[in-house]
């Protein structure tokens, strides 16, 4: 246990220093914004390339680890949006967003930090597949959802052209892509602009997850959400279980990717999908909610996952 204390509370930390950064410091959330932009348009991407260019190329195109992970997180996906819609008599804007909300995890500043943390620079192919192809995936249901919702006017191509445009032009895919090139032409960077890469990689998690917390910092909370209460134990404890099941089920894979992607899955709701909702003017304070509470209790939830995962409580394959 003192091992999983010393993995996750350096992690969570740097959330919470950033949290009460933010509180205390006083700083308009705008003063963030070269920060954010450092992390993701710098060296999250230059983590990515350099991991990604290092893998055999057989590794990265593993079309049933792709497909299995986003069958666990478009299941989360459709129920979480049944629910609202069905139960709950919401709109499909705001059915949307939350069903983003339970099944939109976050990846992209947390995941590539714990998982490396966790696993060792071997998880970070299964990282890069499943951010880029749930993204993709994320960045097309939303923008169509809501365009059938009302809640996008523009002309359907105008929404087409916007979502391959923001899947094409995403700095963490452009990276991984440029990987994959570099992977394939086994292209070894000069020593200079390699140490270059490397420092700027190890600069991600640190910047990532601060940022994060001030972030949360600024997003006071509220109200709590009604529908908090299913969305949170689905988000938290049913995603990380779908995705064990399923993987299991679809195939043979490395006993690594899979704890990758059961921790991937297991991660608080991303804060992009405040930023999506924001877009959309939908459900925009209980996404914020929704965001905070997820990530506090994520604590737990995550540090009782690795327990599992280094204990052998759970195994990494349920149907070997």
């Known amino acids: 246990m003192a091992d999983i204390i010393a993995l996750v509370l350096p992690f969570f930390g740097l959330i919470l220093i950033g949290y009460i950064s933010g509180k205390l410091g006083r700083q308009p959330a705008t003063a963030l914004g070269w920060l954010n932009f450092f992390v993701i348009y710098v060296s999250l991407p230059s983590l990515f390339f350099k991991l990604v260019s290092r893998t055999p190329l057989s590794e990265l195109t593993r079309i049933d ?121 086994s292209f070894e960077p000069p020593l200079a602009l390699q140490r270059l890469i490397d420092y700027l990689a190890q600069a991600a998690a640190p910047c990532a997850l601060f940022a994060m917390g001030v972030t949360l910092a600024l997003r006071p909370l509220k109200r709590i959400p009604a529908e908090i209460g299913y969305i949170v134990p689905i988000k938290l404890l049913l995603h990380p279980l779908l995705a064990w099941i399923v993987l299991g089920l679809a195939g043979n894979f490395d006993p690594l990717w899979i704890y990758t992607a059961v921790l991937l899955a297991s991660l608080p709701t991303a804060t992009n999908v405040f930023v999506i909702g924001q877009q959309y003017g939908v459900w925009q304070e209980r996404a914020s909610a929704t965001i905070l509470i997820t990530t506090v209790l994520s604590v737990l939830t995550v540090s009782g996952l690795l327990y599992a995962i280094t204990t052998g409580l759970l195994p990494p394959d349920l149907f070997p």
């Open 65 to 185: 680890f792709i497909a299995a992970s986003l069958a666990a997180t478009y299941t989360i996906f459709l129920l979480v949006f049944l629910i609202g819609r069905f139960l709950r008599g919401n709109s499909i804007a705001d059915c949307t967003i939350q069903a983003l909300a339970g099944a939109y995890g976050n990846i992209g500043y947390m995941g590539p930090g714990l998982a490396l943390l966790a696993f060792g620079e071997a998880a970070a192919v299964p990282v890069a597949l499943v951010f880029c192809f749930e993204n993709a995936a994320h960045f097309i249901a939303a923008p169509a959802l809501m365009a059938f919702a009302g809640g996008d006017a523009r002309p359907r191509a105008a929404v087409a052209a916007d979502v391959v445009k923001r899947i094409v032009t995403h700095p963490f895919i452009i990276a991984t892509a440029i990987g994959f090139l570099a992977a394939a032409f």
